[in-house]
């Protein structure tokens, strides 16, 4: 598909928006008061997408609880990345299908990821006959149809066609109350690294105009919020498929011209598509936070091979030294997976060897999990969980430690903050960021929450810093 088909047309939208109508219509001719409940799994892409779903609810003239329980339309919108996240998402089914049978007239939906799996689609069809729609993220957009068709068939509705993608424009959005907002920039990925269900269910890389980016971010701003993420797989390919010359580092700067006080921040990014142009943006900007997750997944070379990453050890290094030559305060952070197929200890120890010579604020790491469908879910995997547990355990204690470590470096130090909500520790009850998105638990009142103000550090630990306004 060309990129001139990719952006969904005004009329095809404008029809979704009365597909809300009727089903708002048909609510008030019953005299319904009707009640859903949108419960996410997954990355924040799927959060985001779960905030497009209860804007078109809110439009569709329901109300918004996060008890499935008390509700009369219940979505799971489902992460596939590993096999925990789709056993968390069939235990929940089962619940809820059993109290369906409480209340006949509730409408159960599965959306996400998951469910552009053909595998998991069929396996809904045949064995869980009261979940009523299925749907994929190529389908978000047609939401209001699709449930108009469950509403008024009451027969099961399936869309789960494998599709490039689309990008839909002007969905109405339902965003967490406080400062932090997500914005898409561009969806789907092309990278295919060998362990990953992601470019199967989210169709090929396709890009947002950016003028509609900005004016998101702009909005934003305005409305108020303080820390902005800007979404994409690999954001760092940004703007391939535009074909305009314009790049993430084009993006950001114009972004950072928006007047305000705010942060942006940015996820995923991946090491082959990193460059120097957008180090030395951030460098430059006044808005973009000194903050950058970069997942390296493994610091074996042969194993970074399997994985089909397309750089090696030395590069990734290369980049992390360049961000922080021109980023002497740069917070970083990255994703790792233990135990892809045919890894040894030796290649497994290279990944702790890295994490040493890095010093990572933080990760998030991960056991392999085979994803049916990938080209690893096909290569032999000797080793057994329990030594990949080994490694793994390895891995976090490395970790914590360094956690640990360059959280002590704060104590005593004042750092600015943005306050972003209530702690659950009643000695410190706010939560607040730093710049680099490190968690301070903070002594003080409640309305502090949405500044930024300066913070004496005075303790830590391996998960978070803990301090008072100065
Ligand atoms: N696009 C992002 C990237 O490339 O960094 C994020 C992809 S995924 C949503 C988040 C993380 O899940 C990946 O960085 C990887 O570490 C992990 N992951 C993906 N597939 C996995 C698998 N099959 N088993 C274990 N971890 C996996
Ligand atoms: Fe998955 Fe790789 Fe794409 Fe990230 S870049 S979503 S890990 S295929
Ligand atoms: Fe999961 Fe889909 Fe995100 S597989 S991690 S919800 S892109």
Request: charged fraction near 30%; charge should be negative.
């Amino acid at each position: 598909m060309e990129r001139k088909n990719v952006v969904v047309p005004e009329t095809d939208l404008a029809r979704q928006r009365e597909f809300e109508e009727k089903i708002k219509e048909m609510f008030t001719a019953r005299e319904a008061h009707p009640v859903a409940c949108v419960d996410t799994f997954g990355c924040q892409q799927n959060v985001a997408d779960g905030q497009k779903l209860m804007g078109m609810l809110v439009d569709c003239g329901f109300t918004l609880t996060d008890k499935p329980a008390e509700a009369d339309l219940v979505i799971l919108n489902t992460c596939a990345v590993r096999e925990h996240a789709e056993d968390r998402v069939f235990g929940n089914l089962g619940a809820l299908t059993h109290a369906k049978k409480e209340n006949p007239e509730m409408v159960i939906c599965l959306c996400g990821c998951m469910a552009q799996e053909p595998r998991v689609s069929e396996r809904i069809k045949k064995s869980y006959p009261l979940v009523n729609l299925v749907f994929g993220p190529h389908a978000l957009w047609k939401f209001p149809e699709l449930l108009w068709r469950v509403y008024e068939s009451r027969k099961r509705v399936f869309s789960v066609d494998d599709e490039h993608g689309t990008i839909a424009e002007g969905i109405p959005v339902v965003r967490e109350k406080g400062v932090k907002a997500w914005v898409s920039i561009m969806y789907g990925c092309n990278n295919f690294c060998s362990y990953c269900i992601v470019p199967y269910v989210r169709g090929r890389e396709r890009s947002r105009d950016p003028q509609c980016v900005i004016a998101e971010v702009r909005e934003l701003v305005e409305a108020g919020y303080k820390d902005i993420t800007l979404l994409g797989q690999n954001v760092n390919s940004y703007g391939n498929d535009l074909d305009i010359g314009y790049d993430f580092s084009d993006l950001l700067a114009e972004i950072d011209k928006i007047e305000g006080e705010y942060l942006i921040r940015f996820m995923s990014s991946h090491p082959k598509d990193a460059t120097k142009k957008l180090f030395d943006t951030m460098a430059a900007s006044r808005h973009v936070a000194h903050q950058l997750h970069l997942p390296f997944q493994s610091g074996n070379d042969r194993v970074l091979h399997e994985m089909n990453r397309r750089y090696t050890r030395e590069q990734y290094l290369d980049l992390i030294r360049y961000a922080k030559s021109v980023m002497p305060d740069l917070v970083l952070t990255s994703d790792v997976i233990i135990g892809f197929p045919g890894e040894t200890e030796e290649e497994a120890m290279d990944t702790v060897s890295l994490v040493e010579e890095v010093g990572f604020d933080a990760l998030f790491t991960f056991i392999y999990s085979p994803r049916p469908g990938t080209k690893a879910a096909e290569m032999p995997d000797p080793a057994d969980r329990k030594e990949k547990q080994k490694w793994f355990d390895k891995l976090l204690e490395v970790q914590n430690n360094m956690s640990a470590k360059l959280h002590a470096e704060y104590i005593g130090k004042t750092v600015r903050v943005l306050v972003d909500g209530e702690s659950d520790d009643p000695d410190f009850p706010l939560a607040s960021r730093t710049e680099g998105n490190r968690l301070v638990r903070l002594k003080g009142d409640k309305s502090l929450i949405g500044q930024f103000i300066d913070v004496k550090v005075t303790d830590s630990n391996t998960w978070a810093l803990y301090g008072e306004p100065v």
